[in-house]
């Protein structure tokens, strides 16, 4: 049976913490799960013949957001020249979109001994390891990339995931505010600051920041599948349902809704989350820019 909705808040934390730290991540999971292999290269037939050429089809992957196309084109040139900062940075971007973040840690670790006091290969570098769930690291170099050239938002932001993953929720929403001054209503920072509400236990608040990050036109399916597993959370399985359609294959979604019923549905598992919960902070399906 769902558990009673009446309940003191405070009392369901943890277990909030908890189910949404495990759903969150299976949301991940599940819209990741189409891309193709990370580190494909482009077709030798279509790939351009001059590096002025591969640069301009590599730039217009990005903006496209076709990562896979970025993380290809941008890693023939990497691999033409790693010193190469554009690319590398580029290249670590395209990489961490598809879920190759490994290489893309390794990548940014090269840049980073290559030119130890860049701004931009400092944040990314920070980003980097924020997803790959080093968040002291993350922080450490985050905060070293804005104190060089302050006012960049996605560093806000992502330093505001590197302090949820250290359980510092009350932190890391203040780096939201502040990345949110600098790009107002900007959805990814939204979802992000939705999350951090949600895995702190207000899932009410947690629902009013994720509709607004949705309600943008530029919302990602990461904002609408973050928001279909809060309203999941609170038994609100109908419009869940739809967000998470939205982006999923039916058999995926329906899956991911029926996950959310079982954990909702068994009692006895909220023990064993609760023993979690207070041996180390919840991860989140956030991410950095």
């Known amino acids: 049976m769902f558990y009673n909705s009446t309940s003191p808040k405070t009392s369901m934390r943890p277990r909030r913490r908890t189910l949404l730290a495990t759903t969150a991540l299976l949301t991940a999971l599940s819209l990741s799960a189409c891309a193709t292999a990370p ?137 939201y505010d502040a990345a949110l001054k600098i790009a107002p209503d900007n959805p990814s920072v939204l979802t992000n600051l939705g999350l951090s509400y949600a895995i702190e236990g207000d899932l009410d608040k947690a629902e009013a920041t994720l509709r607004k990050a949705v309600a943008n036109p530029k919302a990602n399916a990461r904002a609408r599948q973050n928001l279909a597993v809060v309203l999941g959370l609170q038994g609100k399985f109908d419009e869940a349902t739809r967000l998470a359609h939205a982006d999923l294959p039916a058999n995926v979604a329906d899956n991911n809704i029926d996950y959310l019923r079982e954990m909702l549905s068994q009692p006895a598992l909220w023990k064993q989350m609760e023993s979690l919960d207070s041996t180390k902070p919840a991860k989140t399906a956030a991410a950095t820019q």
């Open 39 to 175: 580190g494909a290269k482009p077709a030798a037939s279509s790939a351009p013949q001059s590096e002025a050429a591969l640069r301009e089809v590599a730039i217009s992957s990005t903006k496209s957001q076709d990562y896979i196309a970025a993380a290809a084109y941008w890693g023939s040139l990497y691999d033409k020249n790693s010193k190469d900062v554009e690319a590398a940075l580029n290249y670590s971007k395209a990489l961490r979109q598809i879920g190759s973040i490994q290489q893309a840690l390794s990548v940014m670790q090269r840049a980073d001994q290559a030119n130890p006091n860049n701004a931009g290969i400092l944040a990314e570098y920070g980003k980097v390891l924020a997803s790959s769930g080093h968040p002291d690291q993350s922080y450490s170099i985050l905060t070293r990339a804005n104190q060089i050239k302050p006012g960049d938002w996605t560093v806000l932001s992502a330093m505001g995931v590197a302090l949820d993953q250290l359980g510092r929720y009350s932190d890391a929403q203040k780096q």
